[in-house]
């Protein structure tokens, strides 16, 4: 039997209907008359629009980044002003205030009031409400330049600026300079505060008597765990110049003896025991499938009969490619010349290879933000 008469018939009729209707749309006639059709228009439009707003977005991103430069959103928090009183402020000439202050109210970040004075608007008040948003914001520099010429990055005819930025996860752990370990920890701080909200939002750790954070960071997820279950021993595990960071953090909030630190690279060495959790918050990833693979048959090890983990971090869509799961980060992690999306499907394959049982996706409210995935190690037969 040939592989064509394989092809279940309602597959091959879709596949034909497709071929037809797309044949149609990209016709120029078809265009002309589907935009002045009553019954058309409106969808019609609606295409027209969004293709725009794909190709006008890098505007629209810069215009946010500016705004952030500028302390714009700071500057109106309180009080309206005029697009001259912002100019004497930011140093820009009147006019180029003007243009900025008009684009960013068409995006909703400003609101153009009378006599020409502009306040905040919703999505501009929010960027202040968000932890770590405006570092983000100032962040995407170093990765809209490696998309200047996204045909030469999927090459691989590029030398991305996000690969020296994030230079661990390539399993380069030697000799970082403590200046780079800071930035990228500080960044790290400022997204993770968001990731641990929604984490915990969703995850009931109530069963938990000791926490070990995997790649912690300077100690974000850790902190907002500490806040949540003041009983819960915890534990971070990360790179020596990192914990030096999440040192300071803890000792800022008055949890230097309750949580411990360790330096080391859990790519390198064994992971330590002990704990009967195990949380890996942003760090899958960061890296290829079989340094992956030999991370979680590490947890595994290390974590006792019973022990939970848990994984937070964005992910594929899967079947359902989603924006922020496959465009964002897809292209993000290749950027950074390592690591990919995984769908949930993809974690529970190496998941279930590692030993791992009862393996669970959580909803989030926010999956741009974090996507969520709990699993155990098995009891012993007949406990």
Excluded at 310 to 325: H, N, Q, R, V
């Amino acid at each position: 039997m040939s592989d064509r008469l394989r092809v279940p018939l309602w597959s091959g009729l879709s596949d034909r209907v497709a071929g037809w209707r797309n044949r149609k749309i990209a016709s120029f006639e078809f265009q002309k008359w589907a935009s002045g059709n009553p019954l058309t228009r409106r969808i019609a439009r609606g295409d027209a629009d969004r293709l725009y707003d794909l190709v006008a977005g890098f505007v629209y991103s810069q215009t946010l980044l500016a705004c952030v430069e500028l302390r714009l959103f700071h500057l109106l928090k309180d009080r309206a002003e005029s697009a001259q009183s912002l100019a004497v402020s930011t140093g820009l000439a009147p006019d180029r205030m003007l243009t900025l202050c008009k684009a960013a109210a068409a995006l909703g970040l400003l609101k153009r009031g009378r006599k020409d004075r502009f306040r905040l608007g919703r999505l501009g008040a929010a960027v202040l409400g968000v932890p770590g948003l405006e570092d983000m914001i100032r962040h995407h520099r170093l990765f809209y330049n490696d998309l200047a010429d996204p045909v030469a990055l999927l090459k691989d005819r590029t030398e991305p600026s996000l690969a020296g930025f994030w230079p661990y996860v390539g399993g380069k752990t030697d000799d970082i300079p403590d200046d780079v370990a800071v930035t990228y920890s500080d960044l790290m701080a400022s997204s993770q505060l968001l990731v641990a909200e929604e984490t915990l939002r969703h995850v009931r750790l109530d069963d938990t008597k000791h926490l070990m954070d995997l790649g912690g960071g300077s100690g974000a997820f850790l902190g907002q765990v500490s806040a949540s279950y003041p009983d819960m021993a915890l534990t971070l595990v990360d790179l020596p110049p990192v914990v030096e960071t999440a040192h300071g953090h803890f000792r800022n909030l008055g949890l230097e003896t309750r949580i411990e630190c360790v330096g080391l690279s859990f790519l390198d060495t064994e992971i330590p025991r002990g704990a009967d959790a195990v949380s890996l918050v942003r760090v899958l990833y960061d890296h290829d499938d079989p340094v992956v693979q030999a991370l979680l048959r590490k947890v595994f090890e290390a974590l006792p009969p019973g022990g939970r983990l848990l994984i937070s971090e964005p992910m594929s869509g899967g079947m359902k490619p989603t924006k922020a799961g496959d465009a964002y980060f897809g292209f993000y992690t290749m950027a950074m010349t390592t690591g990919k999306p995984r769908s949930a499907a993809e974690h529970s394959v190496f998941l279930k290879a590692a030993g791992f049982v009862d393996i669970k996706k959580t909803r989030t409210s926010r999956p741009f933000v974090t996507s969520l995935i709990t699993a155990r190690k098995p009891e012993p037969r007949g406990t």
